[in-house]
């Protein structure tokens, strides 16, 4: 420290150098100020020559893990902020809100991406298993449901109310799928399911006005358990209103007696026991994106 | 004499540094992650020999039942590690710092020497510019193991939109193992990183903070001068070095070593 030389200040402005060079232009004092600043600098910061190696070496050093300890810090400061930033305004949403804004612009720029073009790789019938995974049985309970009583109920863009039953969708044309099914958890399974196309769907009950909304939301019909899901997505000539698993009707445990086969998303979003269906241009409640799963959850 | 010499560009420094925490946050959100299917063992016959990971792993790290919350970190910090990691390549390429980084034929034999030299079975390390052998493969091929990562990443978040990824690592499941095994792969030279920037010292250290290293300009211009007595010079410069800062270089670069562990 004591063979440090003291560091030169710059002069103070108006001060002796500015009354001695009065002759000079209005420009040339602030210009010799801006070098007398920058020299400063040159030298505090150890970025001078006319230092000595040991101060520059030693004042560079400072300088250095000044910075880096400040932002390190800093990092650190802005880790809580994120860690402990407010989940969801209003909505019940379980993941914090700068997070949430960061999934929703990765679903911007994936959405984008989305094309019919692209479909989830089919499989023979033969590579499908037949033990069919179940996780979760949110809206299954058996309490006042009875497969035989049950309707689809679609509310349509002038409110009313359609009611479907099982059999009049048997009628439609049946598209079938051996994909691999995606859980959110991590696991994959070929299975093979089929059902009706939803596109189909929209066009046999003439809801292409409602199609052309944003969203539609899905729930079971005790509505325990409901999803949202984007238009795009919803309309893929993958996604089906599945009523039969392995070539028989579904069982309980998969929905019975109809079920939403979105290959372009994980289970999550695939409902069980559809009870009913509606259109928006609002997001829908999702039954797992209020407990901080990303919304769009799309594959 | 001392001599300052510049070592780590401004760029370099802020992208390692900014990398560091940010790797540190996409490993322990895929841990979240993992956790809701963790399936990986290690089979030797019928023998499974460890199994990723024991449950007193997860609740020492509090792991469990945060899928959810370790999705959206993995999801969001992704594209800081995929930017920074681009800026990185694009500029080593357009600075010419590739040329240091970057191994050619010669690096395999010198990273060799270097096993040895550091394994203390040969005496003299072998000379280099800026990075030795070992160090350039090392370095490079963390980076080829961060665009599997980004690849592989890519093949399971998007295995639709991006099938052709997904079969090309031959398909979901396996894209899933690969994108565990390298992330295994950066703890492991993490570990080895840690432990090389401590044997290495402060000078090395300073460097990746401070952009320079000190050199003692008496060695240096003796090896120059007498390329007959180059190893012993720097041998005896390097006495001269550890005489120099005896009291004080273990307590300190022991110390700088665990700042960077934190």
Same mark, same amino acid.
């Given at each position: 420290?004591?063979?440090d030389?003291p560091?030169?200040?710059?002069p103070?402005?108006?001060?002796?150098?500015?009354?001695?060079?009065?002759?000079?232009?209005?420009?040339?004092?602030?210009?010799?100020?801006?070098e007398?600043?920058?020299?400063f600098?040159?030298?505090a910061s150890g970025?001078?020559?006319?230092?000595?190696?040991?101060?520059?070496?030693?004042?560079?050093? !400072?300088?250095?893990?000044?910075g880096?300890?400040?932002l390190?810090?800093?990092?650190?400061?802005?880790w809580?902020?994120?860690?402990?930033s407010?989940?969801?305004?209003?909505?019940?949403?379980?993941?914090?809100?700068?997070l949430?804004k960061?999934?929703n612009?990765?679903?911007?720029?994936?959405?984008?991406t989305?094309?019919?073009?692209?479909?989830?790789?089919?499989?023979?019938?033969?590579?499908?298993?037949?033990?069919?995974?179940?996780?979760?049985?949110?809206?299954?309970?058996?309490?006042?449901?009875?497969?035989?009583?049950?309707?689809?109920?679609?509310?349509?863009?002038?409110?009313?109310q359609?009611?479907?039953?099982?059999?009049?969708?048997?009628?439609?044309?049946?598209?079938?799928?051996v994909f691999?099914?995606?859980c959110?958890e991590?696991?994959?399974?070929?299975?093979?399911?089929?059902?009706?196309?939803?596109?189909?769907? !929209?066009?046999?009950?003439?809801l292409?006005?409602e199609?052309?909304?944003?969203y539609?939301?899905m729930?079971t019909?005790d509505?325990?358990?409901y999803?949202?899901?984007?238009?795009?997505?919803?309309?893929?000539?993958?996604?089906?209103?599945?009523?039969?698993?392995?070539?028989?009707?579904?069982?309980m445990?998969?929905?019975?007696?109809?079920?939403? !086969?979105?290959?372009?998303?994980?289970?999550?979003?695939?409902?069980k026991?559809?009870?009913?269906?509606?259109?928006s241009?609002e997001?829908?409640?999702?039954?797992?994106?209020?407990?901080?799963y990303?919304?769009?959850c799309?594959? | 004499?001392?001599?300052?010499?510049? +070592?780590?560009?401004?760029?370099?420094?802020?992208?390692?540094?900014?990398?560091?925490p940010?790797?540190?946050?996409?490993?322990?959100?895929?841990?979240?992650?993992y956790?809701?299917?963790?399936i990986?063992?290690?089979?030797?016959?019928?023998?499974?020999l460890?199994s990723?990971?024991?449950?007193?792993?997860?609740?020492a790290? $509090?792991i469990?039942?945060?899928?959810?919350?370790?999705?959206?970190f993995?999801f969001?910090?992704?594209w800081?590690?995929?930017?920074?990691g681009?800026?990185?390549v694009?500029?080593?390429?357009?600075?010419g710092?590739?040329?240091?980084?970057f191994?050619? +034929?010669?690096?395999? +034999?010198e990273?060799?020497?270097?096993?040895l030299?550091?394994?203390?079975? +040969?005496k003299?390390?072998?000379p280099?510019v800026?990075?030795?052998?070992?160090?350039?493969?090392?370095?490079?091929?963390?980076i080829?193991m961060?665009?599997?990562?980004?690849?592989?990443?890519?093949?399971?978040y998007?295995?639709?939109?991006?099938?052709?990824?997904t079969?090309?690592?031959?398909?979901?499941g396996n894209?899933?193992?690969?994108?565990f095994?390298?992330?295994l792969?950066y703890?492991?030279f993490?570990?080895?990183h840690?432990f090389?920037?401590?044997?290495?010292g402060?000078?090395?250290?300073?460097g990746m903070?401070?952009?320079?290293?000190?050199?003692?300009?008496?060695g240096?211009s003796a090896?120059?001068a007498?390329?007959?007595?180059a190893?012993?010079?720097?041998?005896s410069?390097?006495?001269?070095?550890?005489?120099?800062?005896?009291?004080?270089?273990?307590?300190? $670069?022991?110390?700088d070593a665990?700042?960077?562990?934190?």
């Open positions: 420290m004591n063979n030389e560091l030169q200040m710059p103070v402005p108006g001060g002796p150098t500015g009354s001695a060079g009065s002759q000079d232009p209005p420009g040339s004092s602030k210009k010799k100020r801006r007398v600043l920058k020299s600098i040159r030298k970025r001078d020559e006319e230092l000595t190696v040991e101060q520059q070496i030693r004042r560079r050093t !400072i300088l250095s893990f000044a880096f300890f400040l390190g810090g800093a990092a650190w400061k802005a809580f902020l994120l860690k402990d407010p989940r969801g305004r209003g909505t019940g949403d379980g993941v914090q809100e700068p949430r960061g999934l612009a990765g679903e911007d720029v994936f959405k984008h989305l094309s019919p073009d692209h479909l989830a790789r089919v499989y023979p019938r033969s590579s499908a298993t037949t033990h069919v995974r179940y996780n979760g049985n949110a809206g299954l309970s058996a309490a006042g449901f009875d497969a035989g009583d049950w309707k689809l109920r679609v509310t349509t863009a002038d409110n009313r359609l009611s479907i039953g099982i059999d009049e969708l048997r009628q439609l044309p049946k598209t079938e799928i691999e099914f995606k959110i991590g696991w994959s399974q070929v299975s093979w399911w089929g059902g009706v196309r939803f596109s189909d769907f !929209i066009r046999q009950y003439h292409e006005k199609a052309a909304m944003a539609v939301g729930s019909p509505k325990e358990y999803v949202g899901i984007d238009r795009a997505s919803v309309l893929h000539p993958q996604t089906l209103l599945c009523y039969e698993m392995n070539g028989q009707p579904l069982p445990n998969h929905g019975q007696p109809l079920r939403l !086969i979105i290959p372009v998303k994980y289970g999550v979003k695939n409902l026991r559809v009870g009913n269906i509606y259109f241009n997001r829908p409640p999702d039954y797992w994106h209020e407990r901080g990303d919304y769009y799309g594959l | 004499m001392k001599k300052i010499v510049e +070592r780590h560009p401004l760029a370099i420094r802020w992208m390692h540094w900014i990398n560091f940010v790797l540190f946050v996409m490993i322990w959100s895929g841990l979240l992650i956790w809701a299917n963790d990986y063992k290690i089979h030797l016959g019928s023998k499974t460890f990723f990971f024991p449950a007193a792993f997860y609740k790290l $509090n469990p039942y945060r899928l959810a919350e370790g999705m959206a993995h969001v910090f992704m800081i590690f995929f930017l920074n681009l800026f990185y694009l500029y080593t390429v357009f600075s710092e590739w040329r240091y980084l191994p050619d +034929r010669r690096s395999f +034999r990273a060799w020497g270097v096993v030299h550091d394994l203390h079975i +040969r003299t390390a072998p280099f800026k990075y030795n052998g070992a160090q350039k493969i090392v370095y490079t091929a963390i080829v961060g665009l599997g990562s980004v690849l592989t990443g890519l093949a399971i998007k295995p639709v939109q991006f099938g052709w990824l079969r090309l690592f031959g398909g979901y894209s899933r193992v690969f994108h095994i390298l992330t792969g703890c492991l993490f570990l080895l840690i090389q920037v401590i044997r290495a402060w000078n090395n250290f300073r903070v401070a952009g320079f290293e000190v050199v003692d300009t008496n240096f090896k120059f007498d390329g007959g007595n190893e012993d010079a720097k041998e410069n390097a006495h001269e070095a550890t005489g120099e800062n005896a009291k004080s270089a273990d307590g300190m $670069n022991t110390k665990n700042n960077a562990l934190i």
